[in-house]
């Protein structure tokens, strides 16, 4: 039988723990990224149409190789994935949207860094009125202060 590359990222991350030394720094992530890399647009849809049901560690999982370069669904998921009420997935997927909006983070704290903005989802995201908007409660929730995010996509902090 030959299992489609969704159906292999499937079983790969119902398996996986995204906190763990193997998938950290013995390269599950790497293997769960090939997968991903690899999807076709069937395999996108399947995704979209599914990943709300699985558990929060596979979610998880997700959400830490999911990046705005795969294309609009993954964008779209990531926009979901941001507004869900498990704290740890909207973090992350906050963290994630902060990233490729420019904001980065080293030492001296936030700054605005040019060279990681994907300018395809940056455009798409201030579009997002109700996106634009829920930015306060989300960072509330997450327990995060996101006010340079609402500057960089042109709403009020």
Not at 8 to 16: A, K, P, R, T
Not at 76 to 96: G, H, R, T, V, W
């Given at each position: 039988?030959n299992?489609?590359?969704?159906n292999?990222?499937d079983?790969?991350?119902?398996v996986?723990d995204?906190?763990?030394m193997d998938?950290?720094?013995?390269?599950e992530y790497?293997?769960?990224?090939g997968?991903l890399?690899?999807?076709n647009?069937n395999?996108?849809?399947?995704?979209?149409?599914c990943w709300?049901?699985?558990?929060a560690q596979w979610?998880?999982?997700l959400?830490?190789?999911l990046y705005?370069a795969?294309?609009?669904?993954?964008?779209d998921?990531?926009l979901?994935?941001a507004?869900?009420?498990?704290?740890e997935l909207?973090f992350?997927?906050?963290?994630?949207?902060?990233?490729?909006?420019?904001?980065?983070?080293n030492?001296g704290?936030?700054?605005?860094?040019?060279?990681?903005?994907?300018?395809?989802?940056?455009?798409?995201?201030?579009?997002h009125?109700?996106?634009?908007?829920?930015?306060?409660?989300?960072?509330?929730?997450?327990?995060?202060?996101?006010?340079l995010?609402?500057?960089?996509l042109?709403?009020?902090?």
């Amino acid at each position: 039988m030959n299992l489609s590359i969704f159906n292999s990222l499937d079983s790969f991350l119902s398996v996986n723990d995204h906190e763990s030394m193997d998938w950290c720094d013995g390269g599950e992530y790497e293997v769960a990224e090939g997968y991903l890399a690899d999807f076709n647009e069937n395999d996108w849809l399947q995704l979209r149409a599914c990943w709300r049901e699985k558990t929060a560690q596979w979610q998880s999982c997700l959400v830490s190789i999911l990046y705005p370069a795969y294309g609009r669904i993954a964008q779209d998921i990531i926009l979901e994935m941001a507004q869900s009420k498990n704290p740890e997935l909207a973090f992350e997927a906050m963290y994630c949207i902060s990233f490729y909006c420019g904001i980065n983070t080293n030492s001296g704290g936030e700054f605005i860094d040019e060279k990681v903005v994907n300018s395809e989802f940056k455009e798409y995201l201030k579009k997002h009125g109700d996106f634009l908007a829920s930015i306060n409660s989300i960072g509330k929730a997450v327990g995060r202060k996101y006010e340079l995010l609402q500057q960089v996509l042109g709403g009020q902090p």
